[in-house]
């Protein structure tokens, strides 16, 4: 009762206490107020909505990414598809065909194409929103432990509120962001795994407030947390990923709160048993879901033309309409204003009125001429090209079970049309895979870097119990020295590897697993401890190692940490013995310049070095010194200082202090590691090269790193010139930079090489420099005239933001088509921005294959995908593409020449019936087929002769030809009417016989075109073109039989015609002539392209292909490529 | 196998189709098969076409124009459109004998008769004989639906309204005497037609189902005594009913009036001098339209068509032309002139 009674008065007091806070908090802009266990007063602000209105400050933490409710489903589908125009333009089509005075034809004629295409994309739709339900569902009810009146009960994410108290286990993913009060670690550290936000795989720390770990902490914690009361200020729900502002309040004191202290939705807990946290922003106010944009849908290039091409139909055909129409007044108030037979039919006695019906009347009968089948075909046939994309046994991965995948299924032809390849390194080109292969102790080398991995033979390492596989190195000698243990710089050495790093140790199955921030360190250290000396673990300031069975504990006193610009790390310890050491590894020119004088060795090892980087291995110096105890103490003593400094000069001084203390080193050898390559990629690049694609590469490492693996990849020539940023910016400075940079080729600097004809030139780009090309706009058009020009491009230190830009660049000042590859999350942006993207299955968290287009497993995959699935696809497509204009316009813009000869009174030449079957049923199955399995070339052929794709990045097929095609068909409707027209003039043929003679002359026409386009006849091409042929007969047999007649008189007027007219030679005759006619030009166009490619497989055939030769970068010049490594971030 | 496939669930299928490995005919042309080919089908068509030409210059035709635009026309007087019940006499003589079955065509230049709302304005059920639709006839037949006194117009419409009824009789002058030629008119319109399509009401008689109508208002009768002569060949199952019903394909048309087949015509019209009776009631120059009759036999393609020959000699010249382009195309890149 009296517990109950001072709970009241604290409460009341906290409340006053709340609102003064309130009001100051709000004055620094932290206006979003969390109170810890207030789970009522946080429901009642949630968002709700009803109808369309919305209201509440928080939202839930539930995903919704679907679209439709029942309700919604059809008025939003059906929205959204007639945003079409060519579907609005039908829907309008068919509500003027309700107007009996305009009507030409029947209703049903356009009903029917337009309830296929709007059933057939609401059903895909309606399917693929149910995967996206499906999917947030499986998200929404993963469990959590939240704490509800004293204790912890599992619930699901959706049920999260803003104020609980969440319990995270290990492995977890945190299922909202979340403010760190405790963990299980000692000083609530916990670390996180961010890969699937930013793609970095190395571990985080993040640490609680220690006001929070100490009182909450020291007593059984559910109690404890349940009693928690504090209040958290802070920042509005925003996007920024990596800063964050607030205050908890709590016991009358404040703690500042920063994104050190933030658990982010998304990310996963690791190498802790537990953490607790308070829940500050839940669902679509977290920073995960903030950052994820919309994503674009992509359109291709195709789909662009052909939405031009409709439209260009559509705006002729109003002219034509618009022309008939007037004619048709013209004819009105000539002949019908007299007395005369069809004087009566003038409507209201008016011409114009009579000519504006009849516009409206030809609009509706030439809409045939606007393909709306065309897009529904398009989308069943590039689904099929997905599917044989997925089918491909050639890409399929089976050691991970992975076949290709599609999913966008609508960008099949982009593939057969890129230019540029804009390609990640780590994961993409090389495996992510560092190995340790060869070192250099003492001016000795150990290890033969000439042989592939894979084939050398392993050590006998039995004897070292923490052995688990790994190592590629063949250096007995160096075992041997190690066992007998009589080599000091052999053992400080592998000390120094053991102890040097941020490497943690987790333990699994006996056996030490180690995380590490970059894979170079994690080779490092793995490689130390197949070779005995084993990194076993580490707490915050000891490190235990068993070097050679022995366990010797490392007091940890200092961390000199990498950064990119020290190029060096450093580590100060106190050994077992006493002494105090300080190890460091960097970049070779870095430590080179700190050694003491007349270091042992260096001769020997410079020499080592040379020979490493050669072989495009990753060198990293070794170093060690002694540290006497006076300079420790003094040193540490400024370093204490420095860190009560502010933070500028803190940072000025701790250079100098690090600076200070890596000095006078001594030698310990060199390490030499291989990224290795993916296998096939560089055959894969030369491939891609001769096929007309530029190859470029993206990658957050350093330049050198870059460099080399454009070496190894065969990106770059031995004897490619490098272009770097300072001579880069002179030409881009200067007025005219084709021919600066042609003046550049040729200077002393080349005196050389000038004899050369062709020297080939590659730009070298880093990220920092990049950042000149926002400020400076009119650089971009220059830069890309230039990299035209050049063999490639290589971006060195780019963060993922930037490498979207260059996409972007690229995309803005060429009309090519991009194709972005990469694997991690820091290729998401850039696969996101390019026309195409690519995500390569790998280790890296999924992020790149989740928003990417097509997904592969390996990079060599990219030419198969490339030259023989994108190729057909575009072939195939622009083939179709041609061929659907063709058949539709040459069929429909008969009647503008009708017109002439029936006083452009709207009639129909073809029966209604034969309008609405000839585009669905006569003339779609053949072409369907066509461009499912047309295949010009086989696919052997595509890949052995890779210029047979630079087709398609002209757009030969599907540029001007399409409107060629157009005029063809114009061609056609000329033929098509006039033929008969002349066969029939005048004589006592009547119209229901001159109908049937024109539609049999256009089935004709459309299927003697598939014919001679046709190269590959399956047994689908040739029982689709009897069948539809077949079926133009027993169509019009029966839509003219007399039972038809008999149901309905006035729909199925031509009953008897085809009777007549099929048995009459004439029209025959004339409808083969007109087919014949029609035809003609195609039918010459082809025979005269077969007699000159006959003369041009020749070349074709006669043409060698060179097997692209891999290890030929020993013959460059080694100034280019001294290769100067160090632990590297990872891939930005 | 089997085994293989439970432990890789996500391997494709190897199928020829999945593969895209279907087993296909890749007909490989060259120059060899592609010029000869030209040259067959080219000759193909010279050869139908000199046939066509051959057939359709076998064919007599006798064409007559009696529109009387001319002063010296003898239907110059009935051209006047507010003649009523103008009969004109054209004489005309034959050199030789025409040979039977001699075809009689009337035809019409200038005549839309394909015009849109012509050609629905008629009434399907009412032509099928349906009762219902003689009360309230199609809405398409406006202005010809009801007459001004509200009766419904059976047959309605403007086709049926529109119809020339020309009576034409044809005499073969001997020794200064005039000998009828019997003209048949039976089987002149289309099978189906007469028979299915267009259908009297089954009443007898059949002016019963006709009360309470009008007829069509430029008909000088009505459709159930269109043939006084022949009380079979009335309603709507006339003859020349039935041939005005079905539309012309363009403005310039035949239409099919009777055919000679019989007595002393059978074999043809023998040489001599003939004149033919026209009841000219039809104006025409309204519209600058043209009023002829056509005297023709037919062969298997029908009547004359000059046009189909030519244009097939022409397409396989064409053809025969565009061999020879190739062929001097194909010599350039197989010799280049470099050597």
């Known amino acids: 009762m009296l517990n109950r009674a001072v709970h009241a008065v604290h409460v009341h007091k906290q409340l006053v206490l709340l609102f003064i806070m309130d009001k100051d908090s709000a004055e620094s802009g932290l206006t979003w107020q969390v109170r810890a266990n207030q789970r009522c007063y946080h429901k009642r602000q949630q968002k709700k909505s009803f109808l369309g209105l919305r209201w509440g400050r928080c939202s839930d933490n539930q995903v919704r990414s679907y679209k439709y409710s029942v309700l919604t489903f059809l008025p939003m589908t059906l929205f959204e598809q007639f945003q079409r125009a060519a579907n609005l333009y039908f829907l309008f089509m068919m509500a003027l065909q309700c107007v009996p005075i305009i009507s030409s034809i029947q209703w049903y004629i356009s009903i029917i194409p337009l309830l296929l295409i709007?059933?057939?994309?609401?059903?895909?739709?309606?399917?693929?929103?149910?995967?996206?339900?499906?999917?947030?569902?499986?998200?929404?009810?993963?469990?959590?432990?939240?704490?509800?009146?004293?204790?912890?009960?599992?619930?699901?994410?959706?049920?999260?509120?803003?104020?609980?108290?969440?319990?995270?286990h290990k492995d977890q993913t945190i299922p909202a962001d979340v403010v760190l009060l405790c963990s299980s670690e000692p000083h609530s550290l916990s670390y996180v795994e961010t890969a699937d936000i930013d793609g970095e795989t190395n571990l985080k720390s993040r640490q609680a407030l220690a006001a929070t770990h100490d009182r909450l902490t020291s007593e059984p914690s559910e109690c404890l947390l349940a009693n928690f009361d504090g209040v958290v200020f802070c920042e509005e729900p925003n996007d920024g990923m990596y800063a964050f502002r607030g205050q908890l309040h709590w016991r009358g004191e404040r703690f500042l709160l920063d994104i050190e202290h933030l658990l982010l939705r998304g990310t996963v807990l690791r190498n802790t048993l537990m953490a607790y946290g308070l829940v500050i922003y839940t669902g679509a106010d977290t920073k995960i879901l903030r950052n994820c944009g919309k994503i674009r849908a992509k359109r291709t290039r195709l789909e662009k033309t052909l939405n031009r091409v409709v439209i260009a139909i559509m705006v002729f055909l109003l002219l034509a309409v618009l022309l008939l129409a007037i004619g048709c007044a013209v004819f009105t108030s000539r002949v019908m204003i007299h007395k005369g037979f069809l004087s009566a039919l003038v409507i209201n006695g008016d011409p114009v009125y009579t000519g504006f019906l009849v516009y409206w009347s030809y609009f509706m009968l030439l809409s045939p001429a606007v393909p709306i089948m065309l897009y529904v075909t398009f989308e069943m046939i590039h689904t099929f090209h997905s599917k044989f994309i997925n089918w491909d046994l050639e890409i399929y991965w089976s050691q991970t079970d992975c076949p290709a995948q599609a999913r966008n299924t609508s960008l099949c032809d982009e593939l057969g049309q890129v230019e540029y390849l804009l390609s990640d390194k780590t994961g993409t080109l090389t495996q992510n895979r560092l190995l340790f292969r060869q070192c250099c102790i003492a001016g000795e080398i150990y290890g033969d870097s000439s042989a592939r991995a894979e084939d050398i033979e392993p050590m006998d390492l039995t004897w070292n119990p923490f052995?688990?596989?790994?190592?590629?190195?063949?250096?007995?000698?160096?075992?041997?020295?190690?066992?007998?243990?009589?080599?000091?710089?052999?053992?400080?050495?592998?000390?120094?590897?053991?102890?040097?790093?941020?490497?943690?140790?987790?333990?699994?199955?006996?056996?030490?697993?180690?995380?590490?921030?970059?894979?170079?360190?994690?080779?490092?250290?793995?490689?130390?401890?197949?070779?005995?000396?084993?990194?076993?673990?580490?707490?915050?300031?000891?490190?235990?190692?068993?070097?050679?069975?022995?366990?010797?504990?490392?007091?940890?006193?200092?961390?000199?940490?990498f950064t990119s610009h020290r190029r060096r790390m450093s580590v100060l310890v106190r050994e077992p013995e006493g002494a105090l050491k300080l190890y460091c590894k960097g970049a070779d020119i870095v430590i080179l310049e700190r050694l003491q004088r007349d270091c042992p060795h260096l001769e020997s090892t410079e020499q080592a070095l040379e020979l490493f980087s050669k072989a495009c291995l990753r060198t990293l110096c070794i170093a060690v010194r002694s540290v006497s105890e006076t300079?420790?103490?003094?040193?540490?003593?400024?370093?204490?200082?420095?860190?009560?400094?502010?933070?500028?000069?803190?940072?000025?001084?701790?250079?100098?202090?690090?600076?200070?203390?890596?000095?006078?080193?001594?030698?310990?050898?060199?390490?030499?590691?291989?990224?290795?390559?993916?296998?096939?990629?560089p055959e894969t690049i030369s491939l891609l090269k001769q096929a007309g694609i530029k190859v470029w590469v993206l990658t957050g490492d350093k330049k050198e790193t870059a460099v080399n693996i454009g070496y190894a990849c065969k990106l770059l020539d031995p004897d490619t010139r490098l272009l770097e940023w300072q001579e880069l910016r002179q030409i881009l400075q200067s007025p005219d930079p084709g021919g600066h940079f042609h003046k550049i080729k040729h200077t002393e600097l080349w005196a050389v090489e000038k004899d050369k004809a062709g020297v080939q030139t590659a730009v070298v780009l880093t990220g920092p420099e990049l950042t000149d090309f926002?400020?400076?706009?009119?650089?971009?058009?220059?830069?890309?005239?230039?990299?035209?020009?050049?063999?490639?491009?290589?971006?060195?230190?780019?963060?993922?933001?930037?490498?979207?830009?260059?996409?972007?660049?690229?995309?803005?000042?060429?009309?090519?088509?991009?194709?972005?590859?990469?694997?991690?999350?820091?290729?998401?942006?850039?696969?996101?921005?390019?026309?195409?993207?690519?995500?390569?299955?790998?280790?890296?968290?999924?992020?790149?294959?989740?928003?990417?287009?097509?997904?592969?497993?390996?990079?060599?995959?990219?030419?198969?995908?490339?030259?023989?699935?994108?190729?057909?696809?575009?072939?195939?497509?622009?083939?179709?593409?041609?061929?659907?204009?063709?058949?539709?316009?040459?069929?429909?813009?008969?009647?503008?020449?009708?017109?002439?000869?029936?006083?452009?009174?709207?009639?129909?030449?073809?029966?209604?019936?034969?309008?609405?079957?000839?585009?669905?049923?006569?003339?779609?199955?053949?072409?369907?087929?066509?461009?499912?399995?047309?295949?010009?070339?086989?696919?052997?052929?595509?890949?052995?002769?890779?210029?047979?794709?630079?087709?398609?990045?002209?757009?030969?097929?599907?540029?001007?030809?399409?409107?060629?095609?157009?005029?063809?068909?114009?061609?056609?409707?000329?033929?098509?009417?006039?033929?008969?027209?002349?066969?029939?003039?005048?004589?006592?043929?009547?119209?229901?016989?001159?109908?049937?003679?024109?539609?049999?002359?256009?089935?004709?026409?459309?299927?003697?075109?598939?014919?001679?386009?046709?190269?590959?006849?399956?047994?689908?091409?040739?029982?689709?073109?009897?069948?539809?042929?077949?079926?133009?007969?027993?169509?019009?047999?029966?839509?003219?039989?007399?039972?038809?007649?008999?149901?309905?008189?006035?729909?199925?007027?031509?009953?008897?015609?085809?009777?007549?007219?099929?048995?009459?030679?004439?029209?025959?005759?004339?409808?083969?002539?007109?087919?014949?006619?029609?035809?003609?030009?195609?039918?010459?166009?082809?025979?005269?392209?077969?007699?000159?490619?006959?003369?041009?497989?020749?070349?074709?055939?006669?043409?060698?292909?060179?097997?692209?030769?891999?290890?030929?970068?020993?013959?460059?010049?080694?100034?280019?490529?001294?290769?100067?490594?160090?632990?590297?971030?990872?891939?930005? | 196998m089997v085994k293989e496939e439970n432990e890789s669930p996500n391997r494709p299928d190897n199928t020829a189709f999945t593969q895209q490995r279907l087993p296909a005919w890749q007909p490989m042309l060259s120059a060899g098969i592609v010029i000869p080919g030209?040259?067959?089908?080219?000759?193909?068509?010279?050869?139908?076409?000199?046939?066509?030409?051959?057939?359709?210059?076998?064919?007599?035709?006798?064409?007559?124009?009696?529109?009387?635009?001319?002063?010296?026309?003898?239907?110059?007087?009935?051209?006047?459109?507010?003649?009523?019940?103008?009969?004109?006499?054209?004489?005309?003589?034959?050199?030789?004998?025409?040979?039977?079955?001699?075809?009689?065509?009337?035809?019409?230049?200038?005549?839309?008769?394909?015009?849109?709302?012509?050609?629905?304005?008629?009434?399907?059920?009412?032509?099928?004989?349906?009762?219902?639709?003689?009360?309230?006839?199609?809405?398409?037949?406006?202005?010809?639906?009801?007459?001004?006194?509200?009766?419904?117009?059976?047959?309605?419409?403007?086709?049926?309204?529109?119809?020339?009824?020309?009576?034409?009789?044809?005499?073969?002058?001997?020794?200064?005497?005039?000998?009828?030629v019997p003209l048949d008119g039976k089987g002149i319109a289309w099978w189906t037609d007469y028979n299915i399509k267009f259908r009297n009401p089954t009443v007898t008689p059949l002016r019963n189902a006709f009360n309470s109508t009008a007829?069509?208002?430029?008909?000088?009768?009505?459709?159930?005594?269109?043939?006084?002569?022949?009380?079979?060949?009335?309603?709507?199952?006339?003859?020349?009913?039935?041939?005005?019903?079905?539309?012309?394909?363009?403005?310039?048309?035949?239409?099919?009036?009777?055919?000679?087949?019989?007595?002393?015509?059978?074999?043809?019209?023998?040489?001599?001098?003939?004149?033919?009776?026209?009841?000219?009631?039809?104006?025409?120059l309204s519209f600058s339209g043209r009023k002829m009759v056509v005297f023709s036999n037919v062969s298997w393609m029908g009547g004359k068509n000059e046009f189909l020959g030519i244009a097939y000699l022409v397409i396989g010249t064409l053809c025969v032309v565009m061999s020879v382009v190739m062929l001097i195309v194909y010599a350039k890149f197989k010799f280049p002139e470099e050597d």
């Open chain 1, 774 to 1132: 926002d400020q400076r706009p009119e650089w971009g058009a220059k830069f890309m005239s230039l990299a035209r020009q050049c063999q490639t491009v290589l971006c060195c230190r780019v963060t993922p933001g930037q490498k979207a830009d260059i996409v972007t660049l690229v995309r803005k000042h060429t009309s090519s088509i991009t194709l972005s590859i990469g694997d991690g999350a820091n290729d998401v942006n850039m696969i996101k921005t390019a026309h195409v993207g690519v995500g390569l299955t790998g280790v890296e968290g999924g992020q790149a294959v989740q928003s990417a287009d097509f997904s592969l497993s390996r990079f060599r995959f990219l030419q198969r995908l490339l030259l023989v699935h994108g190729r057909w696809s575009y072939q195939r497509i622009s083939l179709f593409l041609r061929y659907f204009l063709f058949k539709t316009c040459s069929f429909a813009l008969v009647h503008l020449w009708f017109g002439i000869f029936n006083g452009y009174s709207a009639q129909s030449l073809y029966e209604t019936w034969f309008i609405a079957f000839y585009t669905t049923f006569y003339t779609s199955v053949q072409i369907f087929f066509v461009a499912i399995f047309e295949k010009d070339v086989s696919a052997e052929s595509s890949l052995r002769w890779p210029e047979l794709y630079k087709c398609g990045q002209r757009q030969e097929l599907s540029g001007p030809l399409v409107f060629t095609s157009l005029l063809y068909a114009l061609y056609a409707s000329l033929v098509l009417f006039f033929i008969p027209c002349g066969v029939y003039y005048n004589t006592a043929v009547d119209y229901q016989t001159m109908a049937v003679t024109v539609s049999m002359a256009a089935v004709f026409t459309a299927n003697i075109e598939i014919v001679l386009l046709t190269r590959h006849w399956t047994k689908f091409n040739i029982g689709a073109m009897c069948v539809s042929l077949l079926l133009y007969f027993i169509c019009s047999r029966i839509t003219h039989s007399k039972f038809l007649f008999q149901s309905a008189p006035a729909d199925y007027l031509f009953y008897g015609a085809s009777d007549e007219a099929f048995t009459d030679p004439v029209v025959w005759l004339a409808a083969l002539l007109t087919a014949w006619t029609a035809v003609l030009p195609s039918m010459t166009f082809q025979a005269l392209d077969v007699i000159r490619t006959v003369h041009d497989k020749h070349k074709v055939h006669s043409m060698s292909h060179q097997p692209v030769e891999l290890r030929s970068q020993c013959k460059r010049k080694t100034s280019l490529c001294h290769s100067s490594f160090t632990i590297n971030q990872g891939p930005v």
């Open chain 1, 467 to 561: 052995s688990c596989g790994g190592l590629y190195m063949w250096a007995p000698a160096l075992v041997e020295r190690l066992r007998v243990q009589q080599c000091p710089t052999v053992r400080r050495f592998f000390t120094a590897l053991t102890v040097c790093h941020t490497v943690m140790a987790q333990w699994k199955d006996d056996a030490p697993v180690y995380q590490a921030a970059s894979p170079d360190e994690e080779a490092l250290v793995g490689a130390a401890r197949e070779l005995g000396w084993v990194f076993l673990s580490r707490t915050r300031d000891d490190m235990v190692i068993s070097e050679m069975g022995v366990t010797r504990h490392y007091k940890l006193l200092a961390l000199l940490d």
């Open chain 1, 118 to 168: 709007l059933s057939v994309r609401g059903v895909k739709d309606l399917i693929n929103d149910m995967g996206r339900r499906r999917s947030d569902a499986e998200v929404n009810s993963r469990p959590c432990d939240v704490l509800v009146s004293q204790s912890f009960t599992t619930l699901h994410w959706k049920d999260l509120c803003v104020g609980d108290i969440v319990r995270i």
């Open chain 1, 631 to 681: 300079s420790w103490e003094q040193w540490s003593r400024t370093l204490a200082r420095a860190a009560a400094m502010p933070t500028f000069d803190r940072n000025a001084l701790l250079e100098k202090l690090h600076d200070e203390m890596e000095q006078n080193l001594q030698l310990l050898g060199v390490t030499a590691i291989e990224d290795r390559l993916q296998e096939g990629v």
């Open chain 2, 215 to 284: 007829k069509p208002l430029f008909w000088p009768r009505p459709a159930y005594e269109l043939d006084p002569s022949d009380p079979a060949n009335n309603g709507f199952i006339n003859q020349d009913f039935l041939v005005w019903m079905r539309r012309a394909a363009l403005p310039d048309f035949r239409k099919l009036y009777r055919r000679i087949t019989e007595g002393d015509y059978a074999n043809g019209l023998p040489a001599g001098n003939y004149s033919l009776e026209i009841a000219y009631n039809y104006p025409v």
């Open chain 2, 38 to 180: 030209f040259v067959l089908i080219g000759l193909a068509f010279i050869g139908i076409g000199v046939a066509l030409l051959i057939t359709s210059r076998n064919i007599q035709v006798l064409e007559l124009d009696y529109t009387g635009t001319e002063q010296n026309s003898p239907c110059f007087q009935c051209s006047d459109p507010d003649q009523q019940d103008c009969v004109c006499t054209l004489q005309f003589s034959i050199n030789s004998l025409f040979e039977g079955p001699v075809f009689f065509y009337y035809g019409l230049s200038n005549y839309f008769q394909n015009y849109r709302r012509y050609g629905v304005s008629r009434d399907d059920g009412q032509l099928y004989g349906d009762l219902s639709y003689f009360k309230e006839p199609y809405d398409q037949c406006e202005p010809y639906r009801f007459d001004r006194n509200k009766r419904p117009i059976v047959p309605c419409g403007s086709v049926a309204n529109c119809i020339a009824v020309y009576t034409f009789r044809l005499f073969q002058i001997v020794n200064g005497q005039q000998k009828e």
